[in-house]
């Protein structure tokens, strides 16, 4: 009987260490999915303060104005500066009208 006993408890024990390290597995796959959680969606820029500054320089300020914020209200992006860095915002640069001319100042 002594032999028995003997791989009971060591049957026992080991039983015990394995569900330890699996509830420890699972704890850790819990924290990672549950965790710090990147954001669904980017932050909304505020394009009336974007596109005043893109448009601070053009000869017809309220068609800029006008044109950059429905570009930016698709895009979430107005290029930085008053001209050109159109490569900071792919999509904004590539809108364009029905006579396939840029749209966005």
């Known amino acids: ?11 026992l024990v080991l039983s ?9 597995d699972h704890q850790t796959v819990m ?3 549950h965790g710090a959680a990147p954001s669904p969606l980017p932050p909304v820029l505020d394009c009336g303060v974007a596109c005043a500054g893109r448009c601070k ?3 017809r300020p309220r ?5 950059c ?3 930016c209200s698709k895009c979430n992006c107005v290029p930085p500066g008053t001209a050109g860095n159109l490569e900071a915002c792919p999509c904004y640069a590539n ?3 029905h006579n396939q001319t ?4």
Not at 1 to 11: D, Q, R, V
Not at 63 to 67: F, N, S, T
Not at 102 to 105: A, D, E, L, T
């Open 57 to 59: 320089l053009s000869s």
């Open 95 to 97: 809108l364009t009208t």
């Open 31 to 33: 924290d990672i999915n």
């Open 16 to 24: 015990f260490l394995l569900l330890l390290l699996a509830e420890a």
């Open 63 to 67: 068609l800029c104005k006008r044109a």
């Open 1 to 11: 009987m002594g032999a028995l006993s003997k791989t009971l408890t060591a049957s």
């Open 102 to 105: 840029r749209k966005c100042p």
């Open 69 to 71: 914020g429905s570009c």
